[in-house]
């Protein structure tokens, strides 16, 4: 039989996000389980927020060591810890495009429309065209709605888990969805023109 390996016995391999967390407060091993639960779904995160692998890195430190820094005032609120760690990474991203004057883009030869085409039935495409149309007109979106579509078709968050994050009610989300497909829907109406515009109306986007 393996004894686990933590602190006074602490297994933190088969301990739940809360446990960790309580631990973390005075245990940099238990912290450190927490990274690396979590560090590739945040890189990913920042990665698809900045479009550049360097920056992404960069600020991934920067979200964990700000966590690191904070643990001790996490309190839960029913939602999973890893929207906490999202709403720092959002902070984070949302600083670095700010300091830098920067448009907030989705990164075009990593978020292909698959991801959003394999996931959501309101969104068809049929050829690379359709393809580059829509991720031309996923780049033109507002920053709140690039960044709903990439955790909702990207990291695949529930919408209390989107909510959480983007501080919004689930209802919130929703709508914000909603808006969302029609923006694309009616931005790709433009590019294609009435006929093609017409047979995405069919297709459901």
Do not use: C
């Not at 560090?39 to 900045?50: D, E, K, L, P």
């Not at 760690?85 to 600083?95: E, P, S």
């Not at 959003?116 to 050829?127: D, F, G, L, R």
Request: net charge negative.
């Amino acid at each position: 039989m393996t004894e686990p390996d933590g602190r006074d016995g602490r297994d933190y391999a088969a301990s739940d996000d809360l446990q960790l967390v309580a631990w973390a407060k005075d245990d940099r091993a238990a912290f450190g389980e927490l990274y690396s639960r979590y560090v590739a779904r945040i890189y990913n995160y920042v990665y698809y927020r900045t479009g550049n692998h360097q920056d992404a890195e960069d600020l991934t430190s920067r979200v964990f060591f700000k966590a690191l820094a904070h643990i001790s005032r996490y309190t839960d609120r029913g939602v999973p810890f890893s929207a906490w760690l999202y709403r720092i990474a959002h902070n984070q991203v949302a600083n670095w495009h700010r300091d830098r004057g920067r448009q907030r883009v989705v990164p075009l030869d990593d978020f292909t429309a698959n991801s959003v085409a394999a996931n959501a039935p309101e969104a068809v495409t049929e050829s690379s065209d359709d393809e580059a149309r829509l991720l031309q007109s996923i780049r033109e979106l507002p920053p709140d709605r690039q960044q709903l579509l990439v955790l909702k078709f990207v990291e695949r968050l529930s919408n209390a888990e989107i909510g959480a994050i983007m501080n919004r009610t689930e209802g919130a989300v929703k709508s914000l969805y909603h808006r969302t497909l029609l923006a694309l829907r009616g931005s790709l109406e433009e590019q294609e023109g009435p006929e093609r515009g017409a047979q995405h109306g069919r297709l459901g986007l």
